[in-house]
């Protein structure tokens, strides 16, 4: 079974950081093209950031350039997005997910607050 | 970025009736080698969205087949042919086509 289960969040005071984790299993991730949703309460999702299955290619939303970094390590089937410099508009449940957005994770909550 | 455009908003709908949600984007979502990356995604009450339709009328594993999806270039529909009490939540229309992918606002279905 494809699954995908997230983990990191948590909450921050603005111009933290924090490193959520993706963990796959029922597939390579290597694969695959990954990615990050986010939702903010209330709100629709918004794509954040991709990376391609040898992670030569990244892209992030322009909300988050210079200060969101995804990564992967294809050995452990893990996805991660490292989040600097936090702000309150981050608050958000994170989701990991594949490709066209087949699968994702129960997601993880990051909230920014002082 | 690519704007997504739901309607209607909020979809109230008896049960065992039609249901029908309309997306437009404000620009074509065919891509160079003529594909079209235009997906339906479900968000039932407190859980994760679930993709239903992709690449504009295809249904995903396990999707029943009263849902259906169609539409070409910039306008795109989904309909449910006849409502069930476990349709009700948010329906999103998502573009893959151009980066950064962008969603709808929406369509919050509920039961009549």
């Known amino acids: 079974e494809v699954q995908l289960v997230e983990s990191g969040g948590g909450l921050v005071q603005p111009g933290g950081s924090l490193r959520l984790s993706c963990s796959a299993s029922?597939?390579?991730?290597?694969?695959?093209?990954m990615r990050w949703v986010r939702q903010a309460p209330g709100k629709g999702p918004e794509w954040v950031a991709s990376i391609k299955g040898d992670g030569s290619v990244t892209s992030y939303v322009d909300s988050v350039k210079g200060r969101f970094i995804i990564s992967r390590d294809n050995a452990k089937n893990s996805l991660y997005l490292q989040l600097n410099s936090l702000r309150t508009e981050d608050t958000a449940v994170y989701y990991c997910?594949?490709?066209?957005?087949?699968?994702w994770g129960q997601g993880t909550l990051v909230t920014v607050s002082s | 970025d690519v704007v997504m455009t739901q309607s209607p908003l909020s979809l109230p709908v008896t049960l065992g009736q039609p249901a029908s949600i309309s997306c437009r984007s404000s620009?074509?979502?065919?891509?160079?080698?003529?594909?079209?990356?235009m997906h339906w995604f479900q968000q039932r009450p407190g859980q994760s969205p679930r993709r239903l339709i992709y690449r504009v009328s295809n249904r995903d594993s396990g999707v029943p087949d009263r849902f259906s999806g169609s539409g070409s270039g910039t306008d795109f529909t989904l309909k449910i042919s006849r409502v069930e009490a476990e349709d009700v939540g948010v329906y999103y229309c998502?573009?893959?086509?151009?980066?950064?992918?962008?969603f709808g606002q929406g369509t919050k279905l509920e039961i009549k």
């Open positions: 997910a594949r490709d066209q957005l087949e699968t």
């Open positions: 029922g597939f390579t991730i290597s694969s695959h093209w």
């Open positions: 620009q074509s979502l065919v891509d160079s080698a003529g594909d079209t990356y």
């Open positions: 998502m573009q893959g086509t151009h980066w950064p992918y962008t």
